[in-house]
């Protein structure tokens, strides 16, 4: 038998449905799948039509279901021979010239989910590196360019309404044989009507990445919007399948067709973003490419407080030799949402950490982001000025006349870091959209959730972003915990070098240590024991030593089993310790007497 990646990188969709079962096995019994080009790394116009091929990225829409032939008759006009061929993991018959469809019988129709994944919003630049340097196949070069053919296919799928239709309409008649371009007037319609941005429709602004359509065929994987998952599939790209050589309709005839819009808009040109039929679909914890294999906990464990410690003096110096803050920072970055029911989400932990020395350095706060952005997988800096609140789009929006989810900058995947500067506000007026932003961060913020505009009601979808605001004095936006820095005199009068020297200190190993050990804590499973007595007698002093202008509630008692939890996690511990409770009291008690003693800045 041929060698298992010669195979993969030979398979066309009829031997994998000549064999399927044993291709799926194969597929997942292979130690890694770096043969199978990953079209986040590799040019999808390098690779031929039909390639197996993976892409890894965010659910960002999904379309309505698509009926296609899953089996079908060709005739021979020449021959007289009668055959039989499958649509399946196809958008193109691929007939010859002198074959034809039998439409009337032995013809049986299938439904595959359709939807829209983009490459992970915010992936920063030093993990796409290493992506790419692990995927990259130099040989794909020398491929012929796909983008430049143009084969003339007949369609095989059909629209979901398109086949709400009587039992006699079964025999479907043949949509397009030879797909004729649209005049030049219907393609300037088209050309006015969707811009390159509009068909790529992705999250962030002026941040590169990649679009496209997956098609699935199994009912078993209940897909969500916005969660991260890796596709293995094959390639369709064929030209003819873009929204500009798509047949017109009659209105009269085909009432319920799809709008011009909406046909170029689901129909983008393969060149920009190409299709892929799904051979099998994994849904990801995580897209750090340190983080591979089985998950180890007891090794995470064992090697976190080294990481902590090369974290811990960075961000220390960072921060200007603020400890504190650092501690704080470092449980920000490691926390993620762990339970959630009904009502209740457990895990968030936004932090504000204000009184940033803007006044020496304006730019403080983009420099801080510079360096974090370093260490965690995905993140997106977001400057609070009023004009970006007023102008741009945070949450997604149904556009009814394209029948698609325009997405906002706050449609991200889960163990996104978000970054607000608040120092960059200035004095000026929030119209209705910039009020309705403000609500939107904030609702962010308080529940982890997002409430999707679709013009006639809003739905919650739940989110897992981590939320750091930086700012002058304390934030306008809710947080779970406000850091007011305390900057030593030495340190602000050398700011730019302590830069330069963290950089210098970080090396390429370390960073790497540091940045598998904020994804690693994240997968770590947590363990509450029934031995929390210690807990049980601090807070009932805690409730003793409290006073009318200061009550110790129920409230104070999760903010500190949060900050206990994170505090243990940082250290290598999977379970709540009499120490690292202490050390989070500890921390807290500092914080509030912080707070309770803060000066105004001059800084």
């Known amino acids: 038998m041929h060698d298992t990646a010669f195979c993969f990188e030979t398979v066309s969709p009829d031997s994998w449905l000549a064999n399927e079962q044993t291709w799926k096995e194969n597929l997942l019994k292979l130690p890694n ?3 199978i080009p990953l079209i986040n790394s590799n040019a999808s116009h390098n690779l031929p039509d039909g390639t197996l091929v993976r892409f890894r990225g965010m659910i960002q829409d999904m379309h309505n279901p698509e009926f296609y032939f899953e089996q079908f008759e060709v005739f021979n006009s020449e021959t007289n021979e009668v055959r039989n061929k499958s649509g399946k993991y196809r958008d193109t018959a691929n007939i010859l010239e002198n074959e034809k469809i039998n439409y009337a019988n032995n013809l049986l129709s299938g439904q595959r989910q359709t939807m829209v994944v983009v490459s992970m919003p915010g992936l920063n630049e030093w993990a796409q590196q290493l992506e790419d340097s692990r995927n990259h196949l130099n040989h794909l070069k020398q491929q012929p360019n796909t983008s430049k053919r143009l084969t003339s296919s007949t369609k095989l799928k059909r629209s979901y309404d398109e086949d709400e239709i009587e039992d006699d309409a079964m025999q479907v008649e043949q949509e397009v044989t030879h797909k004729e371009p649209r005049t030049k007037e219907a393609e300037s319609v088209a050309a006015n009507m969707v811009s390159r941005e509009h068909l790529l429709n992705f999250p962030l602004p002026d941040v590169a990445c990649q679009s496209c359509i997956v098609k699935v065929y199994t009912e078993d994987d209940q897909l969500k919007l916005n969660e991260m998952i890796e596709v293995v599939g094959f390639l369709s790209v064929d030209p003819a399948l873009s929204g500009e ?21 689901h129909n983008p040109p393969p060149s920009l973003v190409p299709r892929l039929h799904a051979v099998h679909v ?26 902590r410690e090369h974290l811990l003096k960075a961000l220390t110096e960072l921060l200007l030799g603020d400890k504190l803050a650092a501690e704080y920072l470092i449980c920000h970055l490691i926390a993620c949402i762990y339970l959630r029911q009904e009502t209740l989400t457990l895990g968030s932990f936004c932090l504000n950490i204000s009184n940033l020395p803007i006044r020496k350095y304006p730019h403080y706060a983009k420099q801080l982001y510079d360096i974090i952005k370093q260490f965690v997988t995905k993140s997106y800096y977001l400057p609070l000025t009023v004009d970006n609140m007023n102008t741009m789009a ?8 394209c029948n698609r989810l325009t997405s906002g900058i706050l449609q991200l995947s889960k163990h996104t870091h978000l970054v607000l500067d608040e120092t960059r506000l200035q004095q000026g007026r929030l119209g209705p959209a910039g009020v ?43 947080s779970d915990y406000h850091v007011p820095l305390r900057p030593e005199e030495s340190s602000l009068e050398i700011f730019d070098a302590i830069v330069e020297a963290a950089t210098y200190y970080l090396k390429e190993e370390i960073m790497n240590l540091i940045r598998a050990y904020l994804t690693n804590l994240k997968l770590v499973k947590y363990t509450v024991t029934e031995d929390l007595k210690f807990v049980e007698d601090d807070f ?16 104070d008692l ?3 089993l949060v900050l206990a939890r994170l505090v243990g996690l940082s250290r290598g511990h999977d379970t709540l310790s009499n120490e690292c409770w202490d050390t989070a009291k500890a921390m807290e008690a500092e914080l509030q007497h912080r707070l309770k003693n803060r000066v105004p800045s001059t800084i």
């Open 33 to 35: 799948w770096y043969q």
């Open 245 to 265: 050589f798509q047949p017109e309709t009659d209105p009269l005839v085909d009432p319920r067709g799809e709008s011009e819009a909406e046909a170029v808009t």
């Open 282 to 307: 994994r849904r990801l914890d995580h897209c750090n490419p340190l983080v591979e294999g089985e998950f180890d906990q007891n090794t995470v464990l064992k090697e976190a407080n080294t990481a």
């Open 394 to 401: 945070l949450l997604p929006k149904k556009d009814y006349e």
């Open 436 to 478: 309705h932003n403000i609500a939107a961060l904030g609702n962010l913020i308080k529940t982890q959730k997002l409430k999707y505009d679709f013009k006639y009601y809003q739905m919650d979808f739940d989110s897992d972003v981590s939320v750091l605001i930086l700012s002058e004095g304390k934030s306008l936006l809710p």
């Open 540 to 555: 009932i002093e805690m409730r003793r030593n409290s006073t009318t202008d200061a009550p110790v509630t129920a409230d």
């Open 558 to 560: 999760h903010r500190l």
